[in-house]
C-alpha cells in the first residue's frame, strides 16, 4: 500500500513505531540519554547543482560535502511551493502553504499558530533563530533571536532583536555565524538545543564576500545545454516569464556594471558601507568592467558574459556559506557537541543557474522544485548514504520533532524521515508529492501552477491559462517537451490528474481559486 493511500491513523502508528525506536536509541544502560541538539542550517536559493556532493561542475562546497560523507544526502526533496517565504512557513508548520496561511513574500505569517519550535520548547529543548526569517511578524516564540529584517543586506547588516535593531559591521554570513557561536557557548548547556542558523547568501544581487571579490576570475564557468533554451516545447508560461539572464538580468545592480558615474549609482553601497570598503568594492569589479565596455558585447556574447559574471557572483557567496558552516563543524567537534547534535542543511528551495536561460526560482521545474538535504545524525545516519525517497520540505517539522521524541500533532501534513535516516523505507512511503505556486502576477511573473511528482512523471496545470504540462524524465531530464498531448501518455496523464486530485483531498487544498496575490 502506498504512504499517500494510507489513513492518517495508521500514518501516526509508524510515526509511533518510529518514535519508539528513538526512545529506546536513546537508552544506555537502563538509563534515557540526553535528547540531541538539532542545528538547522539553512540558505536561501542554494541550489543543488551548486553543491559538490551533489556533483556541481562550477564549484567545490568541502563542508557540506563533509556533512554528506558522515550522513545521509537526499536526492529528491522537493518543495510544495518554490518561494522564499511560503518554503519557511511550511517548515514552521508541516502543513501547506493553504493552512499555514503563507502564500506569497508578501503575507505576514501568524506566529500565533502551532509551530514545531513551540512544541520543542514545551518539551525542554532550549531554542534560537539567527539570520534570515523574512516571515514579517516577530518570531518572539524563541528563547532568542537575532533576524534580518526583510531580505536584509550583505554588508554591514541590520538585525532586529527583542531589544530593537541593531547594525553590525562586515559581511553577513560571517556575522550569522558569529552570533550563532555566541549563542551556543552562551546557552544553557543543561537543555538540549534547537539552533535555526538561517543565512541570507545566496539570495540576489549576489554580494560576495570582500575577500573572495576576485575568487574564479582566472577560469570560465561551463555554461549550462539550456542556457539558450527557446521555450518551444513547453506551454506558453515558459515564455511570459521575466526572468532570464538575456532580458531581466540587470547590468548595474545585478552584475555591479555601472553605467555612469559610480559614486552616484552606488547609492545604496556607499550608505551601507565603509569609504574603505566602498573602495575595495569597486576595485573587485573595475578592470573585468572596463574590459566589459571596451568589447561591448551584444547578442549571445552578452548574455555568456552575463552568465558568467552572475553565475561566479553566486558562487562566491556559497563558498563564505560553506566556509562558515566549517567553522561551526569545528566548534561543534572541539565542544564535544558533536557526537549528540544532529546537523541538517538545506535551502528553502532550489535555484537557476543559467538553466533554461533563467535565474530565480518558482517553477515546478526541477532546478527550483528540488532542494538540497543533507543530515548528519552520529550514531544513527550511515555515513555517505545517497537516499532517493521523495521527501518534501513539508516533512522537516515532523522529523525534527520526532528527532527529539516529541509527539507528532495529527493535523501536521508531513511525514517524519527518522526511520530514513535510521536506514530503513516504510512499505507506505510516499510514492508522489503535490505542489502549488500562486505568486502572481508579480515579480518574476510566474504564472500560477500546480502538479504531482512520482519520481519519473511530473504533471503540471498552469489553470489560470487551462494549459497542462507532463514531463518524462527518464527520457526528458531537463524537460524540454511536454509529452501530454501525446497519445503515447494518454495513461499518465490519466492517472496523474487522479492523482493529484486524491492529492488535493488530502491536504485539504481548496477547489475554489480564491487567492489574489498582494490582497
Not at 526533496?77 to 502553504?97: E, L, W
Not at 555554461?223 to 511570459?240: I, K, N, Q, V
Not at 549571445?300 to 563564505?320: A, F, G, N, T
Request: glycine share 6%; net charge negative; with cysteine.
Amino acid at each position: 500500500m502506498r504512504t499517500d493511500q494510507v489513513s492518517r491513523r495508521s500514518f501516526l502508528k509508524s510515526v509511533a513505531g518510529s518514535a519508539a525506536f528513538l526512545m529506546s536509541a536513546h537508552t544506555s544502560c537502563g538509563s534515557r540519554r540526553k535528547q540531541p541538539n538539532i542545528l538547522f542550517i539553512f540558505t536561501d536559493d542554494h541550489a543543488y547543482q551548486a553543491i559538490s556532493a551533489y556533483g556541481s561542475n562550477r564549484n567545490k562546497t568541502p563542508h557540506i560535502d563533509r556533512l554528506a560523507n558522515e550522513g545521509v544526502l537526499f536526492t529528491n526533496c522537493c518543495v510544495t511551493n518554490s518561494i522564499c517565504a511560503p518554503s519557511r512557513a511550511v517548515i514552521q508548520t508541516g502543513k501547506y502553504s493553504h493552512l499555514n496561511g503563507v502564500y506569497d513574500n508578501l503575507q505576514e505569517f501568524n506566529t500565533a499558530q502551532q509551530t514545531f519550535p513551540k512544541l520543542l520548547k514545551t518539551a525542554g529543548y532550549e531554542t534560537a533563530l539567527i539570520g534570515k526569517w523574512h516571515l514579517k511578524a516577530d518570531p518572539d516564540y524563541f528563547d532568542h533571536w537575532q533576524v534580518l529584517p526583510g531580505q536584509g543586506h550583505y554588508y554591514n547588516p541590520d538585525f532586529r532583536t527583542v531589544n530593537g535593531s541593531i547594525r553590525e559591521e562586515g559581511y553577513v554570513t560571517e556575522i550569522i555565524t558569529d552570533k550563532a557561536l555566541d549563542w551556543l557557548q552562551s546557552r544553557d548547556a543543561q537543555k538540549p538545543f534547537l539552533l535555526m542558523l538561517q543565512h541570507k547568501a545566496p539570495h540576489r544581487e549576489w554580494s560576495p564576500n570582500l575577500k573572495d571579490i576576485n575568487m574564479y576570475d582566472d577560469i570560465d564557468m561551463p555554461e549550462p545545454a539550456t542556457l539558450f533554451d527557446d521555450y518551444s516545447g513547453r506551454g506558453s508560461a515558459a515564455r511570459m516569464q521575466e526572468m532570464e539572464i538575456d532580458r531581466h538580468m540587470t547590468l548595474n545592480t545585478d552584475l555591479k556594471v555601472w553605467e555612469s558615474d559610480p559614486n552616484a549609482q552606488e547609492a545604496q553601497f556607499r550608505n551601507r558601507l565603509t569609504p574603505a570598503q566602498l573602495e575595495k568594492w569597486q576595485a573587485g569589479y573595475a578592470d573585468e568592467n572596463l574590459a566589459f565596455r571596451a568589447a561591448n558585447p551584444q547578442g549571445k556574447d552578452l548574455v555568456r558574459w552575463k552568465y558568467q559574471r552572475y553565475v561566479k557572483d553566486y558562487l562566491r557567496c556559497i563558498h563564505s556559506v560553506d566556509e562558515n558552516i566549517g567553522r561551526v563543524l569545528d566548534y561543534l567537534d572541539d565542544s564535544g557537541l558533536a557526537k549528540n547534535t544532529v546537523v541538517i542543511y538545506s535551502s528553502d528551495q532550489g535555484f537557476y543557474l543559467g538553466e533554461h536561460g533563467w535565474f530565480d526560482k518558482r517553477w515546478m521545474y526541477e532546478e527550483s522544485f528540488k532542494t538540497p538535504l543533507i543530515v548528519r545524525w552520529p550514531g544513527v545516519t550511515k555515513p555517505g548514504t545517497k537516499n532517493d525517497a521523495l521527501v518534501s520540505n513539508l516533512d522537516f517539522a515532523e522529523t525534527f520533532l520526532d528527532i527529539a521524541g516529541v509527539p507528532i500533532p495529527a493535523d501536521m501534513q508531513g511525514h517524519s524521515l527518522a526511520p530514513l535516516l535510521q536506514g530503513k523505507k516504510p512499505a507506505n512511503w510516499r510514492t508522489s508529492v503535490y505542489y502549488h505556486y500562486y505568486e502572481y502576477p508579480a515579480v518574476h511573473m510566474v504564472n500560477k501552477h500546480e502538479g504531482v511528482y512520482d519520481g519519473r512523471y511530473k504533471l503540471m496545470h498552469f489553470y489560470e491559462l487551462d494549459e497542462w504540462e507532463l514531463y518524462d524524465l527518464q527520457n526528458d531530464p531537463q524537460e524540454l517537451r511536454s509529452v501530454h498531448d501525446d497519445p503515447a501518455y494518454a495513461a499518465e496523464v490519466q492517472r496523474l490528474t487522479a492523482e493529484m486530485a486524491r492529492l488535493k483531498t488530502q491536504y485539504q487544498v481548496p477547489e475554489e481559486r480564491t487567492y489574489e496575490y498582494g490582497k
